[in-house]
């Protein structure tokens, strides 16, 4: 999908275009937010800016054309690969960083600014406004657009405990933006902290290491117990856990079996925490973030997948079109899904079902390669 932005001053292109895909927030249409941003900090003077969560693109393409330099941030894979695609499309030069955190930018800002999506747990909200406020430099202003379903109002509340001179610089209708401004040190404060989760599935412990709003985040759910409970491996063979979260499946195989690891998921929050798994239960693998194995060429033997299903049927298609594309010949496929659904038509493209099983609530398809 192509989206079109008519530019409305002279400076800039007469349109700017941009395009999205299925599992990115507001693939269909620009976000009420990000516009109010746009015409917020157009005339101001940004020099240095940081643009948080930039989704695929759009207000770090526009403000390149009047900030001295852009730096945008994302977690997800795909988002920023789309977000570089959209800078270069329309000659911008912004820089598009893939990092599970704000604080992990080695560089500090005069200004940044932020639309949560309204999905974004609260938590992780707060955290990125009060690791954003750290890298602005003394006097630097941190603006935050969004309406009251995306928590605008506890945003601004978080703001006035962290910062000083926080007021609500533009409006239109339940859209707005309030700038913060940083005065001095910023408080460590715990929002979204990491927890170790244990779980004991065949025989093996495993300690994993979760965040809020990763998927699960509290205990190992029921789904992925039965794909692990099911899965057959063998020493030597190369298992890849496809979208990995917080890595359970991944830390289970090298644990289970002497296996060449790979995990691999979208997010990069649940990457770091993936890794962070491997540690934790003692076991070795190797964890990449990456939009739906997109330029990884690497041969594997059998792949294990609880898969995003609400992301879309073009996430689950260039999901499983990998999967074709890295599993040799008579390699395995397992998924597991919620017994409701029918994900028959993108595994039937990776080859041949050789077998289900069914627990209570879920399903386990194994799929053999041809």
């Known amino acids: 999908m192509t989206l079109t932005l008519e530019a409305q001053v002279p400076e800039t292109p007469d349109a700017y275009h941009f395009r999205t895909a299925d599992g990115l927030h507001a693939a ?18 940004l020099d240095d800016l940081l643009v948080v969560q930039g989704n695929y693109g759009v207000v770090p393409t526009v403000l390149d054309a009047t900030a001295d330099t852009v730096t945008m941030t994302e977690t997800s894979s795909r988002a920023a690969r789309l977000a570089r695609t959209n800078i270069d499309r329309n000659g911008a030069s912004a820089d598009v960083s893939l990092s599970p955190t704000v604080a992990e930018v080695e560089r500090s800002f005069d200004a940044a600014c932020y639309a949560p999506k309204p999905y974004t747990p609260l938590d992780v909200g707060k955290r990125r406004l009060v690791d954003t406020l750290s890298v602005l430099r003394k006097g630097g202003r941190l603006y935050v657009a969004g309406e009251p379903s995306a928590g605008i109002s506890r945003y601004e509340n978080c703001l006035r405990e962290h910062a000083s001179h926080v007021e ?6 339940r859209c707005r933006v309030v700038a913060a401004t ?6 460590k404060t715990a929002f979204c902290p990491r927890q170790t989760i244990t779980a004991h599935v065949d025989g093996v412990d495993l300690s994993m290491v979760t965040e809020p709003g990763l ?3 509290n205990s190992l759910d029921d789904g ?7 899965a057959v491996l063998e020493d ?4 890849l856990d496809l ?6 499946v991944g830390a289970y195989s090298a ?3 002497d296996v060449d690891v790979l995990l691999t998921d979208d997010n990069a929050r649940a990457t770091a925490c993936a890794a962070a798994t491997l540690d934790a239960t003692g076991v070795e693998g190797r964890v990449r973030t990456v939009d739906c194995l997109c330029g990884l060429h690497h041969p594997v033997d059998r792949v294990l997948c609880n898969p995003p299903t609400h992301a879309g049927s073009g996430v689950l298609s260039d999901l499983f079109g990998g999967v074709k594309r890295v599993l040799g010949a008579g390699g395995e496929l397992s998924v597991v899904h919620h017994r409701s659904l029918d994900l028959d038509e993108y595994l039937e493209r990776v080859g041949t079902i050789v077998d289900r099983t069914a627990g209570t609530e879920h399903t386990v398809v194994t799929v053999r390669s041809t």
């Open 243 to 248: 979208a990995c979260g917080y890595g359970p």
């Open 168 to 173: 609500v610089v533009n409006q239109t209708g």
């Open 215 to 217: 998927f699960s985040p």
């Open 236 to 239: 030597g063979e190369k298992v």
């Open 182 to 187: 940083r005065s001095g040190d910023i408080g």
């Open 224 to 230: 992925t117990r039965l794909l692990l409970e099911t």
């Open 28 to 45: 269909d249409e620009f976000r009420d937010a990000d516009l109010l941003l746009l015409e917020t900090l157009w005339e101001h003077s």
């Open 255 to 257: 644990a289970t079996a």
